[in-house]
């Protein structure tokens, strides 16, 4: 009996030791696989700003994964064929994306492989439980410059339209030409900054991690991600108003320097406000649920 015992305690400590050694060898092939689109996102964090907020995608979807492990344990393991040819289409997609230069693409090929391997590895009732951690790994590629141009001068436009028929309707003698807005000895231009791009993409982040965090139903955590966007959006309105009537009532230039650095922090943090109260709506619909948040 001792003989068998310590037959079975070697061929476990064996069978431990091969499925580490392939998860190291896994991990390693990804890693090298995978290690241009690793650059180029470590690079575009680094040298802006605006995606500065990728340094903490992964560590926070890790975390996440980690804090659910006992959730999965749970679950039966079950493998599937859809996720193996999902896995194959993501590696001809990113192969052809590398090849083309395409970077995006090539980031957002990685995600749908990590979601491939998940799904013919574990199953589609494991992918399901985490598919919402894994999409917050899309907020850490940036936006392509042909999308961020597109999309910079329409917002221009709205902003300072909105704020204009705002200040008009206070009685303010205001015009608008284009993106430049007139007042009596000022003239405000409704430069690419102002657009209010930078800080949707920041709160759009932020509503997707808070929606994790809060809510459990994967609907309504949508649901406050795309609230993300009016939020950003009326809350830069607010804050050009802002300097609009600050300018003509109290002859005080906030369009640049500390003080309008202080706005700009300011009416960040009131749509952070704003995106918790939504949060707070939202969560009479959702099923009963424990924040995950370590307070």
């Known amino acids: 009996m001792a003989f068998i015992n310590g037959d079975w305690l070697r061929f476990h400590k064996w069978g431990l030791s091969m499925k580490g050694s392939l998860f190291i060898a896994l991990l390693l092939g990804f890693i090298w696989a995978y290690f241009p689109v690793w650059k180029e996102l470590l690079l575009a964090w680094y040298s802006s700003d605006d995606y500065s907020h990728g340094f ?6 890790i975390y996440s994964l980690w804090q659910k492990r006992g959730e999965l344990q749970k679950i039966s393991v079950q493998s599937s064929s859809v996720g193996f040819v999902l896995l194959i289409v993501s590696l001809v997609l990113y192969f052809l994306a590398l090849y083309a230069e395409i970077k995006t693409v090539a980031s957002m090929a990685m995600i749908f492989t990590i979601v491939s391997v998940v799904l013919y590895l574990y199953g589609s009732a494991i992918c399901r439980e985490i598919i919402f951690i894994l999409f917050i790994l899309f907020f850490m590629i940036p936006v392509p410059a042909q999308v961020f141009s597109a999309i910079t001068m329409p917002l221009q436009l709205f902003v300072s339209k909105a704020c204009v028929w705002v200040a008009m309707v206070l009685g303010l003698p205001i015009f608008r030409e284009g993106n ?31 929606s994790y965090f809060t809510l459990r139903s994967n609907w309504l955590r949508m649901l ?72």
Not at 187 to 192: G, T
Not at 193 to 205: D, I, K, N
Not at 254 to 271: D, N
Request: glycine share 6%.
């Open 56 to 61: 903490f995608i992964v560590p926070i979807v």
């Open 180 to 210: 430049v807005i007139h007042l009596p000895g000022q003239s405000l231009e409704m430069v690419q900054a102002c657009s209010g791009l930078r800080s949707l993409m920041t709160l759009l982040t932020l509503s997707v991690i808070i």
């Open 224 to 295: 406050l991600l795309l609230s993300g966007a009016p939020v950003a959006i009326i809350v830069n309105i607010i804050r050009v108003l802002i300097m609009i009537l600050c300018f003509y009532y109290l002859d005080l230039d906030l369009t640049h320097g500390t003080s309008h650095t202080i706005l700009g922090v300011v009416v960040f943090m009131l749509a952070v406000a704003l995106v918790f109260l939504v949060k707070g709506v939202l969560s009479f619909w959702d099923r009963p649920a424990r924040s995950k948040l370590l307070l």
